[in-house]
């Protein structure tokens, strides 16, 4: 009896430091969103030049992951997660080299 009642503490014990991880690391990025913003406008800058492209780099590893995934299920052999890899970053590759493009 006493071994079940440790165990299920141990388990909220988890679940509540995964939660209060995922808190301070929200926190800790919207703080330091804003205080990049306050520098920009200190320095008379525009600050929506902090804005980022995370979200569009997290889908196209996601898109080519998942193109990797279904390729390497045509091709012989055990290596999934290699040709996954492998195309997430080509994707990324390929987005940078568009954006530095762009940029110009």
């Given at each position: 009896?006493?071994?079940?009642?440790?165990?299920?503490?141990?388990?909220?014990?988890?679940?509540?430091?995964?939660?209060?991880?995922i808190?301070?690391?929200?926190?800790?990025?919207?703080?330091?969103?804003?205080?990049?913003?306050?520098?920009?406008?200190?320095?008379?800058?525009?600050?929506?030049l902090?804005?980022?492209?995370?979200?569009?780099?997290?889908?196209?590893?996601?898109?080519?992951?998942?193109l990797?995934?279904?390729?390497?299920?045509?091709?012989?052999?055990?290596?999934?997660?290699?040709?996954?890899?492998?195309?997430?970053?080509?994707?990324?590759?390929?987005?940078?080299?568009?954006?530095?493009?762009?940029?110009?």
């Amino acid at each position: 009896m006493n071994n079940q009642f440790l165990g299920s503490s141990f388990l909220v014990l988890l679940i509540v430091l995964i939660l209060l991880t995922i808190f301070g690391i929200v926190y800790i990025y919207v703080t330091s969103k804003t205080k990049e913003r306050m520098a920009l406008i200190e320095k008379g800058m525009d600050p929506n030049l902090a804005k980022s492209d995370f979200w569009i780099q997290v889908g196209i590893i996601a898109a080519g992951s998942a193109l990797g995934l279904i390729v390497s299920d045509m091709i012989p052999g055990g290596y999934g997660p290699l040709v996954a890899i492998l195309f997430a970053g080509a994707g990324l590759v390929i987005y940078n080299i568009f954006r530095k493009s762009k940029a110009k």
